[in-house]
T-cell receptor, first 113, second 116 residues
Framework: GNSVTQMEGPVTLSEEAFLTINCTYT??????LFWYVQYPGEGLQLLLK?????DKGSNKGFEATYRKETTSFHLEKGSVQVSDSAVYFC????????????FGPGTRLSVLP | GAVVSQHPSWVICKSGTSVKIECRSL??????MFWYRQFPKQSLMLMAT?????????EQGVEKDKFLINHASLTLSTLTVTSAHPEDSSFYIC????????????FGPGTRLTVL
């Protein structure tokens, strides 16, 4: 079956540090890949997505590139801020209709001033 | 934008009572809505998929008689937890898909249910 694996947290960084959160997936075919962010006490918000190999999703300074050869979709940001503290979920969707959505376990990020 | 709201944001109830949670798409018509459950410090687990005007499709292991889902309109889906027990305490999150040919889901803020 489909699955998503993320690096275990929590991740604690100082402000302006470089961030990488690893994500790898197992799926048949060519899934779409997503990063969602959940701020404390809130629901999930779509951060970025990529729908095919070599696509790069980007938003709010975050980037992730769909690497089919390594089945990865690592999240990066060059300079994190305190406001980036949240839980980040990697996810995949197996079809074009939002069905079969599979989430990773989430990685908690804490950014210290 | 694509805003999804949930009501209530939190609810506390006694064991044995039923609780209804509403999920609304505020600025778009949602052909499909999804209900998830999230345990503390864990990921989201899909409970069911709800298409407007038809019966919900439940994931394996989810009791359809306990978690009643109604998707009566293109902007509203409800989840009713019947005869709630303490083990049903959780964070329930809905999401909505706008249109048919998209794989992006828009999530509500979640409802925290505590059953005493």
């Amino acid at each position: 079956g489909n699955s998503v694996t993320q690096m275990e947290g929590p991740v604690t960084l100082s402000e302006e540090a470089f961030l990488t959160i690893n994500c790898t997936y197992t799926a048949t075919g060519y899934p779409s890949l997503f990063w969602y962010v959940q701020y404390p006490g809130e629901g999930l918000q779509l951060l970025l997505k990529a729908t095919k190999a070599d696509d790069k999703g980007s938003n709010k300074g975050f980037e992730a590139t769909y690497r089919k050869e390594t089945t990865s979709f690592h999240l990066e940001k060059g300079s994190v801020q305190v406001s980036d503290s949240a839980v980040y979920f990697c996810a995949l969707s197996q079809d074009n209709y939002g069905q079969n959505f599979v989430f990773g376990p989430g990685t908690r990020l804490s950014v210290l001033p | 934008g694509a805003v999804v709201s949930q009501h209530p944001s939190w609810v506390i109830c006694k064991s044995g009572t039923s609780v209804k949670i509403e999920c609304r798409s505020l600025d778009f018509q949602a052909t499909t809505m999804f209900w998830y459950r999230q345990f503390p410090k864990q990921s989201l687990m899909l409970m069911a998929t709800s298409n407007e005007g038809s019966k919900a499709t439940y994931e394996q292991g989810v009791e359809k008689d306990k978690f009643l889902i109604n998707h009566a309109s293109l902007t509203l889906s409800t989840l009713t937890v019947t005869s709630a027990h303490p083990e049903d305490s959780s964070f329930y999150i809905c999401s909505a898909r706008r249109g048919f040919h998209t794989d992006t889901q828009y999530f509500g803020p979640g409802t925290r249910l505590t059953v005493l």
